[in-house]
Nanobody, 124 residues
Framework: QVQLVESGGGWVQAGGSLSLSCTAS????????MGWFRQAPGKEREFVSA????????HYADSVKGRFTISRENAKNTMYLRMNSLKPEDTGVYFC?????????????????WGQGTQVTVSS
């Protein structure tokens, strides 16, 4: 069982930056592809970004391209999301998730493990 814990959420004004972290309990973190999703009140959970096991591949939602950067450090069992130029529409609970294969990464259904989420609030 892989346990994921997000941290780094908070409140920021529009145009500001935040960095999120996701730390895994699993010693073989490197075998999992990882993703970030977010969910705003009353909306479905949506894809934000994903990174493959060795960081060879990354994908971003169109809404965050050029503003967010995903990365991972397998030696530390940790994934990151650097968020710049934040907008009010980026507000939501951000979840990290893990899956064994890097395919179909845009949809929540293929992820096996999820964190509890961390709140990000961007004020205008």
């Amino acid at each position: 069982q892989v346990q994921l814990v997000e941290s780094g959420g908070g409140w920021v004004q529009a145009g500001g930056s935040l960095s999120l972290s996701c730390t895994a309990s699993e010693r073989i973190f490197s075998k999992y592809a990882m993703g970030w999703f977010r969910q705003a009140p009353g909306k479905e959970r949506e894809f934000v970004s994903a990174v493959s096991q060795s960081s060879t591949f990354t994908h971003y939602a169109d809404s965050v391209k050029g503003r967010f950067t995903i990365s991972r450090e397998n030696a530390k069992n940790t994934m990151y999301l650097r968020m710049n130029s934040l907008k009010p529409e980026d507000t939501g609970v951000y979840f990290c998730a893990a899956r064994e294969t890097y395919d179909d990464v845009f949809f929540p259904r293929g992820y096996d493990y999820w964190g509890q989420g961390t709140q990000v609030t961007v004020s205008s």
